[in-house]
């Protein structure tokens, strides 16, 4: 069946500014990798995050910025990381690849993000790092979370993949952590070409060692050469961190990603601005249907990546509603972020275990609604006629 109105897995139409940017760089970029646009983007994303310069990494996409953060914690046989139930898979499964086990963490019902408090009970004597998913593009509170892991000594890093330009306070999602990634996938606010990440670390000299690890273990000689050509191009060697060796990757993304990158840095205020007025807009227009709960965010702590709600009347209502949507309306509503400890990869490694009972309840009764920043007005409006006309319907 064709929908009237997909869950659309792009999130925003480039301008023809930002078309002719990257054809510029498709034409002029030497090399194509690794080049000006590259350092260009990196800068300008953190000043615009209002972090040093130095400290952020374009990366081929938000996993690469994950592993190279699990990388960095140096993980021990035993250690754990908290990590919520309710996201994506991609927060977790780097760290477990470098060596830590996940404790579970709890998100508070209404806001669908952990708080100090569901971290603090997932906390154990094993437990090295804390990682903080700002979901759906809500910032968690984290100067108290902050202020837990310092006092624990524990590792913070934010997985601010969907929550660009959202701020707490002032300060920028993805910089109260230790270190913090982003995504620039296809279905996010800011999006380089389908696929493309950043991580930043706080600590410059951790950050010295970014960029061997993520471009094959390329460094310097630790010499002068008479001859540029000898003995090579370049070194290549393992980054080091307190006597440990580092493996490199290849986490590189393009030139004409990165400008793309830059440029939509211009505008990702307004888009997340714009996405933010649209669902304050919607939600309104619910008001008088307590059968669905949004979370209703009037500042930019919110940039609404996603529009979601919870179904207040349980699961078979969200089943026949999603179903009616689809069926009736021609609307593609989607359930998202099934509790992590209940997918078969992590029941095979025994992490299946968790005391997330606020997780389970907004998965199992949860709706997200087609929600990308290029649909019409007319689309927006009909979505929310269809959904009151079908809540009616079903009432």
């Known amino acids: 069946m064709k929908c009237r109105i997909n869950f659309s897995g792009r999130s925003i139409r480039y301008t023809d500014e930002e078309i002719a940017v990257a054809v510029e760089a498709m034409r002029s970029a030497d090399p194509l990798t690794q ?23 374009v990366t081929m996409n938000g996993v690469s910025a994950l592993e190279m ?38 998100v508070d019902l209404h806001t669908r993000v952990v708080t100090a ?7 154990t004597p094993r437990t090295k790092a804390v990682v903080v998913v700002h979901l759906y593009g809500y910032v968690a509170d984290m100067p108290a979370i902050a202020k ?20 707490l306070n002032g300060q920028k ?23 493309g990440g950043m991580l930043y670390v706080k600590d410059p000299a951790l950050a010295a060692l970014v960029p061997a690890l993520r471009h094959n273990g390329h460094c310097p000689y630790d010499f002068e050469r008479l001859d540029y050509w000898k003995p090579a191009m370049g070194n290549v060697d393992m980054p080091i961190l307190e006597g440990e060796f580092l ?32 669902a304050l807009a919607f939600i309104d227009a619910l008001a008088d249907f307590p059968e669905l709960e949004f979370h209703r965010e009037a500042t930019r702590r919110h940039n609404y990546h996603l529009l979601a709600a919870r179904m207040t009347q349980g699961p078979e209502k969200r089943d026949n509603f999603i179903r009616a949507m689809y069926g009736i ?46 649909m019409s007005e007319e689309d927006l409006h009909y979505i929310i006629d269809s959904t009151r006309e079908m809540l009616a319907y079903l009432r």
């Open 35 to 57: 080049g000006r646009y590259m350092t260009a983007f990196e800068n300008k994303f953190a000043d615009y995050q209002r972090v040093p310069r130095g400290s952020c990494f």
């Open 69 to 106: 953060s699990a990388q960095l914690c140096r993980f021990k046989p035993g250690d754990e990381v908290v990590m919520p139930s309710h996201t994506f898979t991609a927060s977790a499964y780097p760290y477990i690849k470098k060596g830590a086990a996940m404790a579970w963490a709890d």
């Open 117 to 123: 408090e569901t971290i603090a009970r997932a906390i």
């Open 148 to 167: 837990l892991c310092q006092e624990r000594g524990l590792i913070l890093i934010e997985d601010a993949a969907q929550s660009i330009g959202s701020e």
């Open 173 to 195: 999602a993805g910089s109260f952590g230790d270190m913090a990634i982003f995504s620039f996938h296809s279905h996010k606010n800011l999006t380089t070409l389908g696929e």
């Open 247 to 278: 493996q490199p990757n290849n986490y590189c993304l393009g030139e004409v990603e990165c400008a793309i990158g830059a440029k939509l840095l211009d505008r990702i205020d307004r888009i997340n601005d714009e996405k933010r007025a649209r």
């Open 329 to 374: 309306k021609s609307v593609k509503c989607v359930v998202q972020y099934i509790p992590l400890n209940r997918y078969d990869y992590y029941r095979r490694l025994g992490m299946d275990k968790a005391d997330c009972p606020n997780a389970d309840t907004f998965f199992d009764s949860m709706v997200s609604f087609p929600f990308h920043h290029w």
